[in-house]
């Protein structure tokens, strides 16, 4: 029998120890504006965070935890003292304008490009497989910022996980001096923790490859570094089962591999699923969060190109208890409010979602 909830978009949600006061989750989203040199967020970054306080709960722009971690323009980090200052202006004011917000934590493995490694080096691969439709944003071969092919990536060494792993924990303690209460783990679209979980791009028969436990262990390590730092009920996860993103090869056994992670990560935050599912692409499924929400046993947030119509569906069918909301967001900072007037939601400008300053950042009206 499927299971009912009666939740309203509008009831308030406990994610672990987090009481979120309705279901709207911002989505990460990666917006590149930060202070150069040095991915530094700045007070236009809190403003605009702060904005959309009323969002159950904000899941920041993918940050990378270290510069290895980096694999576009201009996304911030939070490995350098000015970033943790940086991020503090961004906590201050979404806590003071009453909301809550998570960082998350990001390392991008393989797309990434030469130019953005430490000493030009080759980006990070759990097997060294490349993909040469893949593509990032870096100084190409002109000088000037645009496109570019992702440098081919390298086999880690056993020193390259361990390290990896400290970077994980690092980042952890500077997410909490910088005032974060929660943190999310990105395990989804095709970075470095996903990278680990697909065979295709993890060919290892040590003890990070060759199994649905081996291939997740990566995932499972990093989750307990965070987890020691801010506390299990403190951090969440984000997973792509079965996404195409960033050139992810397919591969018969996901629901295995992901049914695995959901149950060792019992105990979590949350986890979060960007359900990549549409005409065009390949995604779990609606009904797939249903049962991975089951099987993980706390809150499920979805994501994927939601109406709030379509949220509250998925909510009252129990295969999520909190929708994650991206373009809408951007466009619509008082989103909840809207949505609960019954007001008509604003259109995005896609021209102004990466680089840039104020317009089509801090500078879309509200409605209420
Ligand atoms: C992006 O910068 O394009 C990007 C970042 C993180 C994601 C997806 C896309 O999870």
Request: net charge neutral.
């Amino acid at each position: 029998m499927q299971s009912v909830s009666h939740h309203s978009l509008f009831d308030s949600v406990a994610l672990g120890a987090v009481r979120c006061p309705n279901r709207f989750a911002m989505a990460p989203l990666t917006r590149n504006r930060t202070k150069q040199p040095g991915n530094i967020p700045t007070e236009l970054n809190a403003t605009y965070y702060a904005q959309r306080a009323q969002m159950g709960l904000i899941v920041s722009e993918a940050t990378q935890v270290s510069q290895e971690g980096q694999g576009y323009l201009w996304t911030p980090g939070i490995y350098t003292q000015a970033q943790i200052d940086g991020w503090k202006l961004v906590t201050h004011a979404v806590q003071a304008a009453g909301g809550r917000i998570a960082l998350q934590l990001w390392h991008v493995g393989r797309v990434s490009h030469s130019s953005l490694q430490p000493g030009g080096g080759k980006p990070l691969s759990p097997s060294g497989v490349g993909d040469p439709t893949l593509k990032t944003f870096a100084i190409g071969p002109s000088g000037a910022p645009g496109p570019v092919d992702c440098t081919p990536p390298r086999e880690m060494s056993h020193a390259d996980i361990e390290r990896t792993l400290d970077d994980y924990t690092i980042a952890a303690r500077n997410a909490k001096l910088a005032g974060f209460q929660c943190v999310e783990i990105h395990a989804a679209n095709g970075y470095l923790i996903e990278q680990f979980l697909v065979p295709g791009t993890n060919r290892r028969t040590d003890g990070w490859g060759g199994s649905v436990e081996k291939r997740g262990r990566f995932l499972v390590e990093a989750f307990a570094r965070v987890a020691q730092v801010f506390g299990k009920d403190r951090v969440g996860v984000r997973l792509s089962p079965n996404g195409a993103f960033n050139a992810m090869p397919e591969f018969a056994e996901w629901r295995e591999q992901f049914d695995h992670a959901a149950h060792a990560l019992r105990g979590a935050m949350y986890l979060h699923l960007y359900d990549q599912a549409s005409p065009e692409s390949r995604g779990c499924g609606r009904e797939y969060a249903g049962e991975l929400r089951k099987r993980f046993g706390g809150p499920l947030i979805l994501c994927g190109g939601f109406t709030p119509e379509e949220a509250q569906r998925c909510i009252d069918a129990g295969q999520c208890d909190m929708v994650a909301f991206g373009k809408a967001a951007i466009s619509n900072p008082d989103l909840v409010a809207r949505v609960r007037a019954g007001l008509p939601l604003a259109p995005w400008n896609q021209a102004t979602f990466y680089g840039g300053g104020a317009e089509g950042y801090t500078d879309y009206p509200t409605a209420t």
